[in-house]
Structures are given as C-alpha cells and as structure tokens.
C-alpha cells in the first residue's frame, strides 16, 4: 500500500477530548474517526488490525470445535420479556418499533436468540455439545461512552455459546474456550490477568474476565501475589477478620450527643470501629431496605443488587428514611418491622457491637445477632480493599488497574428453562440444556493492546495484529538513484507476499520518521543516498533503538525471518 493513497491522515496534536492513550493515538494516526459519543468509524489502517484479531480469534474457536454462524442484530423485544432480562439490561437496551409497531430491540448480546434457535435444532442428547459463535455488532446504551474504543454504543464482539447436557459437560466446555482465550491473547501479544468477576446483567452462577493491566484501565482488580487469588473489585473478597471472643453482655443504652456517624460514635466511646454496627439504607426496586455491616467495612453494591435480585438500587435519601419512622444516624435493626434487613457476614464475626438505639442521640451496648435481632439476608456485601488481607491465604492484598478484554460465563439452565429449549436423554426424559457464553470485543482488544504497547513517539504494535508489518521509508526521493531503489524494493517485497506500507510522499525525513514512529509499524526500512552508497538499506524494529544495515540483496530475507521471529 502506497501512504500517498492512503485514505487517512495523521494529526500532530492530541485531540482535547481523548482522555486515554489508545483513544489520542488511534485518533492521531488517522486509525478512527469519531462520528457521535461511543460510535467510531474504522479507517483503512485501523479495519485491517481488527480483521487481524477476528482472524486469531476466529481460528481458535475453530480449533477449540466451534461452528460459526451470523445472528441477526435485530432481535424481537418479546424474547427479552421471556427471560425477564429487557428489565436487566434496563435503558442500555436500544429499542424500536416498526412500522406494524411490533417492539424490537438492536442485540447487546445474542443469549435470546441463540437459545431460540438451539431450541428449533436439538431435541435428542446426540446433538449435544455444541459450540456456536459470531463475530458481530453489538449496541449498548453506555450512561457514559469512554475511552475512545474502550467503552462504546456500537462494538464488535466475539461471542460463543455451549450447550452440553451436564455439568460436566459445561465444565469442558468452559475449560475449552478458557484454554482458547489464554491463545488468542498470547497470539495478540497481549499478557492477560484471568480474574473471579460478577455475571452483570448477563446472569449465571460463575464469570470470569481477562484483564489486560494498565494503569489507563476502568476496572481495578483486587489481587494476592502469594496464592494467585484475583478478582475484579465488583466481586472481589477479604479475609474480614474475628474479633476478640467475649461473653454476651445485656444490651445497655447509652446518650451519645452529636455522634451521628461511625467515625463519631467511635471517637465518642473511645471503641475502634470494627466494634460497631453500621446502618445503610437503599431502594430497591423502589422498597426501602435496610442494610447493616460492621463499621469498618463498606457496603460493595455490586453485590449486595445480586444478593437482592433487584434491578434498581440507590442509597435512599434522609427524607425517605426518615419517612419510614427510622431515626437517621442512630439506627439499627433491633425491633424494625416491615422493612427487610440485609447483613452482612461480618457482624457475626464478633460479640457486643455498638449499634443505633433508634432514637436521637443514643445508640446500645452489647447487640449481638441473632440474639437481638435476625436478618432476612445475611452474606458477603462488603467492599474488598487493597491492603486487607486475602480470603486464600492470609497475605495482603493488592489492587492495579486493567481493561477487561474477555469475560466467560457459566449460565446453567436460567435461559434454557425460560425459552423452552429441551433435550431427551437415553431414557425419553426431557431436561433443559445447559448454557454457557463468553465473549471478546474486539474493539477493547485493540485498544488494550494500544495501552501495554506505546511510547512518547507513538503505538508499538504487536507483529501479529500490525496494520502492515514493513514500513518502506525512502528519503530525498528527488535523488532517482533512492526512488529507483525503493521502487523496486517495494515491488520485490509485495511479489514475495510480505505486507509493506511504502511511504512514498515527497515530505521531509522528519516528518516520515515522525509518522513512521505514531503509525507503529514493527519495522522500518530506511533508504536513502547515505544507505546507498553501500548497496544496503536500514532496518530498525520499532521496539528497538539500534538499526542496521543490510545489503539490499539480503533485506527481504532478513525481513521474513524478522516477522517470523
């Protein structure tokens, strides 16, 4: 490909909204374009990165057994209702009408369909396992697009999708496509971090992402070097600790004037705050709950939605509780009525809190649970910290930042049941399939691999998924001798299959160096009179600072076996 017909320009400054360094550069290399917030078109150079990735990912999943397929974007609204899952997804879920006003919707992921479709072609256990994935385009409702390709409204996405007839059989499975992932970052160039994660609105029993780590990354993950434990924050656990065992004590009510939160009652009685009780008050699904949790941990929502199966939740406001007849910053759980109470497991793990009198000004002595009160719910809602100590083995935690590259789910029945998609075993009975799904954006992928791959001067691709692997730089092309030769080079090289984007503009070695460098070519070969006179041309690795000269005859296999390597 010749730069000068290249469709695309670079820009030297860095656009004023691009906060990541995937989003500045793609945008400076003239990779994308942005047409709205979280919509992109691709340009030549960045299309033929993503081609490259389908390609990798493309290949694994055929190796690992899987058949591909294209599902339709467009999708029927009442499959969601089915499965309850158009209230999970909520307003990230685009939706229409047509003209006969039936309700469609434009595919976040493909659960529904896929799972209709299955339910058309299976009916006996011999049609079982099965493997079915896409490449295609997915449209979510973002509150907040970010990151240029890093959280988008209109994405690519790789998803696959099991159907086995045990659990055993989702096990393989899952470990197919984990050992299929572990590939294709591998063959990307791309070190990943495999972590415990939430389900989300996608649902299932257990999840997990691949993280690519970066400080640029939205995720931060909760990890142990010691055991290996590591986990995204959303579902991240710590070893809470027990308290020193004391002997039950009765309640004893006590003023506490002006001590209206933790920190306050805590300095007030002169007790560290693992020895008291904290009220928390939310609405969910528009019920007010009441959360209580021991005063030195944070209430992780995350978890605590899942744990109450609610698909809206936010901290109710003080009139709202006060509403209630609840006395704002003295609260606890003895003798409430009517108002479902979440614990988490860490009030059991000492004697004799300090907890709200529920009224002003006063809270009690000694309550212990389940003695003085009892929950409706009680497990882990807490937020896990860096620093804390891990749930495995005891050693701190630690905590970095990463990009979610690929998340796989083991799904059960859940969706199967829901939409009626059976199989018959040996024996004529009828059970529902069991599920699994796991995806990979291929937008995030390319970003990701931006972000662990740059410096000041520009993006350093991995070989395999380049735009082009050579960049031909010929300089002071007026001299014929330096156009015949790069012309020729250029020729040479296209004839033996080699990918070469030649830089055949009549611009200044600076300028050529300085796109050379941002575009990210893993090689550079350099003409130029000064090469010449030795019958040799320059070849640099971008990653590298050192070039060398290379007698013109010798370049192509040089070259090959540089790609090679």
């Known amino acids: 490909m010749r730069l000068s017909k290249l469709f ?51 290949d694994e999943m055929d190796k690992a057994g899987g058949q591909e397929l294209m599902m339709p974007v467009l999708q029927p609204l009442e499959l ?52 079915l994935y896409q490449i295609q385009t997915k449209f979510r409702d973002e509150p907040r697009p970010r990151g240029g390709l890093i959280r988008m409204r209109e994405f690519t996405m790789k998803d696959l999708y099991s159907f086995d007839t045990d659990e055993d059989g989702l096990n393989q499975s899952y470990n197919k496509m984990l050992q299929a992932y572990q590939n294709i970052y591998t063959r990307c160039g791309l070190p990943t971090l495999l972590v415990e994660a939430d389900s989300g609105a996608i649902g299932g029993k257990e999840s997990h992402e691949f993280m690519v780590i970066t400080k640029g990354g939205e995720d931060e993950i909760i ?55 904290k009220a928390v008050f939310y609405i969910a699904n528009g019920k007010l709950v009441f959360v209580t949790i021991r005063g030195d941990i944070e209430v992780n929502e995350v978890k605590l939605k899942n744990a109450l199966g609610c698909i809206d939740l936010r901290l109710a406001t003080e009139a709202e509780v006060i509403k209630a007849g609840i006395v704002a910053g003295a609260a606890s759980p003895i003798g409430i009525k009517g108002i479902k109470i979440i614990a988490d497991d860490s009030i059991t793990s000492g004697t004799n809190f300090v907890a709200g009198a529920n009224k002003p000004e006063t809270h009690l002595k000694n309550v212990n649970c389940p003695r003085d009160f009892k929950a409706d719910l009680m497990t882990d809602i807490a937020q896990a910290h860096a620093g804390e100590k891990c749930p495995r083995c005891g050693s701190e935690l630690l905590s970095t930042r990463g990009i979610e590259v690929g998340h796989i789910f083991k799904l059960g029945t ?137 007698p013109l005859e010798e370049v192509a296999e040089k070259l090959k076996k540089l790609i090679r390597d």
């Open 414 to 550: 859940f969706l199967s049941e829901k939409l009626g998609a059976l199989f018959v075993d040996d024996n004529g009975v009828s059970y529902p399939i069991i599920m699994g799904c796991y995806g990979i954006g291929l937008d995030r992928l390319l970003a990701a691999a931006i972000e662990q791959n740059y410096d000041e001067k520009g993006i350093i691709w991995p070989m395999s998924i380049a735009p082009y692997h050579i960049y031909l730089c010929p300089l002071h092309q007026e001299n014929p001798e330096v156009e015949a030769a790069a012309e020729n080079l250029y020729a040479d090289l296209e004839a033996q299959g080699l990918e070469v984007l030649f830089d055949d503009r009549k611009e200044s070695p600076g300028v050529k160096f300085n796109d050379a460098d941002l575009l990210g070519i893993p090689i550079r070969v350099t003409i130029s009179p000064r090469t010449l006179e030795k019958s040799s041309a320059e070849i640099k690795k971008r990653s590298e600072k050192e070039a060398q000269l290379v």
């Open 223 to 277: 990890y142990c070097d010691n055991c290996r434990y590591a986990a995204n924050a959303e579902k991240a656990e710590s070893a809470k600790g027990k308290l020193e065992p004391e002997e039950l004590l009765s309640l004893e009510e006590v003023a506490t004037p002006g001590a209206g939160t933790i920190e306050q009652v805590s300095d007030f009685l002169k007790i560290p705050k693992s020895h008291t009780l």
């Open 80 to 131: 969601w209702q089915q499965t309850g899952r158009d209230l999970a997804f909520g307003k990230g879920l685009f939706t229409l009408s047509d003209r006969r006003e039936r309700k469609l919707c434009l595919g976040p992921t493909h659960e529904e369909v896929i799972t209709e479709l299955v339910r058309y072609n299976v009916q006996s256990y011999r049609d079982l396992p099965l493997l």
């Open 8 to 58: 695309g320009k670079t820009q030297r400054e860095v656009p004023a909204d691009a906060e990541t360094v995937s989003h500045q550069l793609l945008l400076k290399a003239g990779m994308i374009h942005q047409v709205a917030a979280g919509i992109y078109s691709y340009l030549p150079l960045g299309l033929r990165v993503i081609k490259k990735i389908a390609d990798i990912i493309r």
